[in-house]
T-cell receptor, first 114, second 114 residues
Framework: DAKTTQPNSMESNEEEPVHLPCNHS???????IHWYRQLPSQGPEYVIH???SNVNNRMASLAIAEDRKSSTLILHRATLRDAAVYYC???????????????FGKGTLLTVNP | SAVISQKPSRDICQRGTSLTIQCQVD?????MFWYRQQPGQSLTLIAT?????????ESGFVIDKFPISRPNLTFSTLTVSNMSPEDSSIYLC???????????FGQGTRLTVV
């Protein structure tokens, strides 16, 4: 599996935007960029994913570099409930469900200050 | 979105005993995945559970220690056998949604072995 690199931790203030970076220099052409987050004492939850173009959903935005070697998860207005570990994961888009085993790195621990 | 329920949510077990964790999905999924999250660590994939065939284990995990059943497309169990304190972890199950765009996770089973 292609590897990702994320900062160990980041801090933000409530109601401010947060930009969580992820480097994935060995990404292949069929790798999707997925973001999951894990709130305290919960299982991971899906946040967003993309292939080449920037993506938006109700939770966040995903900005993907033109060469796809890096991406940034954007939380537009952080709330206290966004405090979690955020995982950037590459998933091979070929192969269907059998490729849904996810390889989790250490992720970024986001602290949100009131 | 799929809902995954795990039972038990937590347990304290004596060393040398076994615990079976149940995972129920509210929709049919082709693959189910079992992960372990050791204290303060990220998630590590244990095995992929296929219906009607033997589970596929990741390096470092063996069937004798972590036998898995997958009797139908909505249910799976993971047994942690002959437990030792090193098995104290959170165990999570996961399944992809129909279009394989995201994975859903159970809330996890927090196991403490004494």
């Amino acid at each position: 599996d292609a590897k990702t690199t994320q900062p160990n931790s980041m801090e933000s203030n409530e109601e401010e935007p947060v930009h969580l970076p992820c480097n994935h220099s060995t990404i292949s052409g069929t790798d999707y960029i997925h973001w999951y987050r894990q709130l305290p004492s919960q299982g991971p939850e899906y946040v967003i994913h993309g292939l080449t173009s920037n993506v938006n959903n109700r939770m966040a935005s995903l900005a993907i570099a033109e060469d796809r070697k890096s991406s940034t998860l954007i939380l537009h207005r952080a709330t206290l409930r966004d405090a979690a570990v955020y995982y950037c994961i590459l998933r091979d888009g070929a192969g269907g469900g059998s490729n849904y085993k996810l390889t989790f790195g250490k992720g970024t621990l986001l602290t949100v200050n009131p | 979105s799929a809902v995954i329920s795990q039972k038990p949510s937590r347990d304290i077990c004596q060393r040398g005993t076994s615990l079976t964790i149940q995972c129920q999905v509210d929709s049919q999924v082709t693959m189910m995945f079992w992960y372990r999250q050791q204290p303060g660590q990220s998630l590590t994939l244990i095995a992929t559970a296929n219906q009607g065939s033997e589970a596929t284990y990741e390096s470092g995990f063996v069937i004798d220690k972590f036998p898995i059943s997958r009797p139908n497309l909505t249910f799976s169990t993971l047994t942690v056998s002959n437990m030792s304190p090193e098995d104290s972890s959170i165990y999570l199950c996961s399944g992809p949604e129909q279009l394989n765009t995201e994975a859903f996770f159970g809330q996890g089973t927090r196991l403490t072995v004494v």
